[in-house]
Structures are given as C-alpha cells and as structure tokens.
Nanobody, 123 residues
Framework: QVQLVESGGGLVQAGGSLRLSCAAS????????MGWFRQAPGKERDIVAS????????YSADSVKGRFTISRDNNKNMVYLQMNGLKPEDTAVYYC????????????????WGQGTQVTVSS
C-alpha cells in the first residue's frame, strides 16, 4: 500500500532551520506531484509548498516564500522541505501528500497523506 513517512521535525529557536523529509513507497513516485501542508492547533490544514512530478515547477505559499524550499529526488522517492528563518508562527504539524494532478494548493485533490511531523519554533 502507499506510504508517506515524514521525518526531520523538532524544536528549534526562531531564526533557525530544519529540513523535513518524506519517504514515499507503494506508488509510482515520479508520476505524482507532491505537497507539504501544515496544521496548527485550532486551524485548518494549509498548503506550504508543492512540486510537480519532474521538479521543475513549484508553488510556495506567500507566508513562506523566500524562506522555505521544496525539492524532490525521484531516484530516491523522496521529497524535502528546507525551512530557513523559522518563526514561531511556523509551529504546526507538517504533512507530506501526493496527487496525480500537478502542483496544487487544494488539499482535497491529494490522494495520499503521511502521518505528519511536529515542528515547534520557540521565540
């Protein structure tokens, strides 16, 4: 079955960096667009960034532009989220997701989801 497993979350001070990783299995990875979403307590799950199947088209939410970078390695079935300049408002559970429709910010279009990894940014 399809599995998406996130890793790399943790506690970091404001201004610090983290790199999230998502390992995909059970799907033909290079045919799927991938996305990172996040959900803070009491808030909706929002798009952070997405990347198309080949990696040459990406989307980033305005709140993370210039700070976060999404990338993928189709040979390793991995997608990454490099997060720099972290702020307390970035604190959330971060989810990796896969869809066949391309770079997309609509969570409803993503067919597969990981369990999430907690990112906590202290001030």
């Amino acid at each position: 079955q399809v599995q998406l497993v996130e890793s790399g979350g943790g506690l970091v001070q404001a201004g610090g960096s983290l790199r999230l990783s998502c390992a995909a299995s059970g799907l033909f990875f290079r045919t799927y667009a991938m996305g990172w979403f996040r959900q803070a307590p009491g808030k909706e799950r929002d798009i952070v960034a997405s990347i198309n199947w080949s990696g040459d088209s990406t989307y980033s939410a305005d709140s993370v532009k210039g700070r976060f970078t999404i990338s993928r390695d189709n040979n390793k079935n991995m997608v990454y989220l490099q997060m720099n300049g972290l702020k307390p408002e970035d604190t959330a559970v971060y989810y990796c997701a896969a869809n066949r429709l391309g770079t997309n910010s609509d969570s409803g279009l993503y067919a597969y989801w990981g369990q999430g990894t907690q990112v906590t940014v202290s001030s």
